[in-house]
C-alpha cells in the first residue's frame, strides 16, 4: 500500500504581499501590460526565453531564470525551469522553520505568483504535425511549475490564462495581494487544466499506437449558472464550456434557461445545414427540442397568404430569412406558441417585425442588423433571449453524455444531407426522371428536419416547408399519423370555409389560429363551444367531414421523411391519405419490395438515402 504523507504545517495568512513572479506563457496577450502593473508595485520579474525577450522590449526590467538559478537553459530548451531554486521557491511552506532553514541554506528565494500556459499541444496535432514535432511540443517544465505552485496555494499564486489577468491586478490593487480565495479558486482550475492536458496527450499518444484510450479527461469550465434545469426542482444548473474552448452562441439579450439552450443548438444546426444544402435562407420553429416547423425561402401562394394573414403585396417584399421564418411559424402556429426561432442569415427589420408579433421565447442566428436587435431586445419586455451563433465555432468530432452513472460517447452525427442522397438510389417506376427539383429540394427540407427531431420521427414537407412533423413515438406508423393530422391541417387552413371565418375586433393573433384549428377539428364539448362561438361576428357553419375530404382529395405533391426505414405498407398506405408524391427514407429493411410495390401502387416516387438518422 502506498505511503500516504501527512501534512506540512506553516503559517496561515489570507492575504499574501507579491514580491517575485515567474513568468513564462506561450501565449502572450496581455503579459506586458500585467507585467507592467506588478513592476510599479515593485515585484520582481523571472522570466525565460521568448517571455523574457517580450518584457525587455516592452521596456521592463526581467531576470533570466538561468541567471537566478545559475544553470544554463541546455538541451535544446528542453530543461529550463526544473531546479530546487525554482520549485523549491515555489514549494517552501511558509512559516515552517525547517523549510525556512532549507530554504537559507540552499539560496532559494521565494516565489510569490507563477504566471504560465503550456506549449500548445492541441494546437500542434490539429495543424497534422509529425509525430516528432507533437511530441517536442508536450510540455514538461510548465506543469510541473503549475503542479508545484498549485500544491502551495496556502502561499503561491497560479495564473494560467490571460482571462485571470485582470483579476489578479484588481485583487492586488484592493487587498494589496492575493487572496486566499482567489488561490484556491486558481489553484483548482490549474489542477483541471493540468487534467486536461495531460488527457489530450495519453488520448493522442494512444491513438498512434491504434489501440483504445485508457482514459479520457474532460474538463470544464462553467460560464453561467442557469435558474433551473428541465424543471423548477432540479436546481443546480448551469452552462460549461470544455476548457480552453468557447461556447458555441453569445448572449446579446435575456437569460437563457436549460430547455432554450438546447432548442437553439439544434434548431441552429438545422437551419445552418438547409442553408448550406439549398442555398436558400432557412429558419426554424423549436419547441422542447424538436422542431414544430422549419422551411427555406420559396415564395408563397396568395391562397398561403390569407391563410398565414399576411398581404399578396406585403409577401411580396419580404426579404428572404423574413419569408423563411414565416412559412416555418405557419407549418403548425399552434405548436410554434412560445417557440424558440433560428434563422440561417443575418436577421434583419423584416424578420424582427414578424417575430415581434409572435408569441416566441428566443431566437439563434449569425447575426441581426442594428434595427431588427432594438426590436428584438424590446420584446417579452427585454426579457426576449437573443443569440449569436458564432461562424468560427468548430464541435469536437466526439460528443459525451452522462446519465445515470454513465458517460456515453459517439461520433456527432456530422453527416451532409445532399441532393445526392435523394438522386442515387430511385428505386420506384420512373426512376430519377420522376423527381423534379422542387421534389429533391423538399426530400432534402424533410430529411434534415427529421435529423434533428426526437424519434422515432417522419416529416412532411411542402413548397420548400415542413408542414407536419411527427416526434418520439414508438411505432412508425404512429409517427405517420401524427404528422399526417398536422398536414390535414395545415392543408384545411386554406379551406374557403376556414379563411372566411369573421373574428370579432380584438381576438388576439394567437387565439385565432387556435380557433381555426379547433374549427378544423371540430369536436367541442358543450362548454368549449360556447366560449370558441364567443369570439365570432357570426357564428360559423360546421366545416363537415364530406367538405374536408372532399378539400384533401386536392392534395398533392407532399414529401414524407422518415429518420428510419418503413418496416410495413401501413405508413405508406397512410401517407396516401394527405397527398405525399415524394418518399425519402434510408431503406434497408427486409420489408424493402412490399414498401416500393406499395409506392408505385400509389404512384409515388421514392429514394433510398441509405442514411438513418435517428435523434435522442
Request: glycine residues 8%.
Amino acid at each position: 500500500m502506498a505511503h500516504i504523507l501527512t501534512a506540512v504545517s506553516g503559517s496561515e495568512a489570507d492575504i499574501v504581499p507579491i514580491t517575485r513572479a515567474l513568468i513564462s506563457v506561450s501565449d502572450k496577450a496581455g503579459i506586458v501590460e500585467l507585467c507592467t502593473y506588478l513592476a510599479s508595485k515593485n515585484v520582481e520579474l523571472l522570466s525565460t526565453g521568448g517571455t523574457a525577450k517580450k518584457l525587455r522590449e516592452a521596456g521592463l526590467t526581467c531576470i533570466d531564470v538561468s541567471d537566478y538559478t545559475g544553470s544554463p537553459e541546455c538541451l535544446d530548451g528542453r530543461v529550463k525551469t526544473l531546479h530546487p531554486k525554482v520549485h523549491g521557491g515555489l514549494l517552501g511552506v511558509r512559516g515552517n522553520a525547517q523549510h525556512e532553514k532549507d530554504m537559507e541554506e540552499n539560496g532559494i528565494g521565494k516565489i510569490d505568483i507563477t504566471i504560465l500556459n503550456l506549449y500548445p499541444f492541441e494546437a500542434t496535432v490539429a495543424k497534422g504535425a509529425a509525430f516528432e514535432q507533437c511530441i517536442e511540443n508536450i510540455d514538461i517544465g510548465g506543469p510541473s511549475m503549475l503542479r508545484s505552485t498549485a500544491k502551495n496555494h496556502a502561499f503561491t499564486t497560479i495564473v494560467t490564462s490571460p482571462d485571470q489577468y485582470d483579476e489578479v491586478k484588481a485583487t492586488i490593487e484592493e487587498h494589496g495581494g492575493t487572496t486566499l480565495a482567489m488561490r484556491k479558486r486558481f489553484a483548482a482550475r490549474a489542477f483541471s487544466l493540468s487534467a486536461s492536458y495531460d488527457s489530450a496527450i495519453a488520448s493522442w499518444f494512444t491513438k498512434e499506437l491504434g489501440e483504445e484510450s485508457p482514459v479520457v479527461t474532460r474538463v470544464y469550465k462553467p460560464e453561467f449558472p442557469l435558474k433551473y434545469g428541465c424543471n423548477p426542482h432540479q436546481k443546480p444548473a448551469g452552462i460549461s464550456s470544455l476548457l480552453n474552448a468557447n461556447l458555441p452562441f453569445t448572449v446579446l439579450n435575456g437569460t437563457p434557461g436549460y430547455i432554450n439552450l438546447l432548442d437553439a443548438a439544434n434548431a441552429w444546426l438545422l437551419v445552418k445545414e438547409l442553408r448550406e444544402a439549398t442555398g436558400l435562407a432557412a429558419a426554424s420553429s423549436f419547441k422542447h427540442v424538436s422542431p414544430a416547423g422549419a422551411a427555406v425561402a420559396v415564395p408563397l401562394t396568395e391562397v398561403e397568404c390569407a391563410a398565414y394573414e399576411v398581404t399578396p403585396e406585403a409577401a411580396a417584399k419580404l426579404t428572404p430569412s423574413a419569408l423563411a421564418y414565416l412559412r416555418a411559424r405557419n407549418a403548425d402556429p399552434m405548436c410554434s406558441f412560445g417557440d424558440y426561432a433560428a434563422v440561417s442569415d443575418i436577421v434583419d427589420e423584416d424578420t424582427a417585425l414578424i417575430l415581434k408579433k409572435e408569441v416566441s421565447d428566443g431566437i439563434v442566428a449569425p447575426g441581426y442588423s442594428p434595427e431588427a436587435l432594438e426590436i428584438l431586445k424590446s420584446k417579452k419586455g427585454g426579457k426576449f433571449i437573443v443569440l449569436e451563433a458564432k461562424a468560427d465555432f468548430k464541435p469536437d468530432a466526439v460528443e459525451y453524455r452522462e446519465v445515470y452513472g454513465m458517460t456515453f460517447c459517439q461520433k456527432r452525427n456530422d453527416v451532409v444531407i445532399t441532393k445526392e442522397h435523394m438522386t442515387k438510389n430511385v428505386v420506384t417506376k420512373g426512376g430519377l426522371s420522376a423527381l423534379s427539383e422542387d421534389a429533391i429540394r423538399d426530400m432534402i427540407v424533410a430529411s434534415i428536419c427529421v435529423k434533428y427531431t426526437q424519434s422515432n420521427s417522419v416529416g412532411f414537407a411542402k413548397d420548400g416547408m415542413m408542414v407536419g412533423v411527427g416526434a418520439g413515438q414508438q411505432s412508425r406508423v404512429d409517427c405517420v399519423k401524427l404528422a399526417g393530422r398536422k398536414v390535414t391541417t395545415w392543408y384545411l387552413r386554406q379551406h374557403p370555409k376556414v379563411l372566411g371565418l369573421q373574428f370579432k375586433q380584438g381576438v388576439k393573433r394567437q387565439d385565432r389560429v387556435n380557433a381555426r384549428v379547433r374549427y378544423i377539428e371540430g369536436d367541442f364539448t358543450d362548454e368549449e363551444r360556447t366560449r370558441w362561438e364567443a369570439q365570432f361576428e357570426t357564428v360559423p357553419e360546421p366545416l363537415t367531414t364530406a367538405e374536408k375530404d372532399e378539400f384533401m382529395k386536392k392534395a398533392t405533391g407532399v414529401t414524407i421523411s422518415s429518420d428510419a426505414f418503413f418496416p410495413f405498407r401501413d405508413s405508406i398506405d397512410h401517407a396516401s391519405k394527405v397527398g405525399v408524391s415524394y418518399v425519402a427514407q434510408p431503406g434497408g429493411s427486409v420489408q424493402d419490395p412490399q414498401v416500393t410495390q406499395c409506392c408505385d401502387d400509389y404512384g409515388m416516387v421514392m429514394s433510398f438515402t441509405s442514411v438513418r438518422l435517428f435523434h435522442h
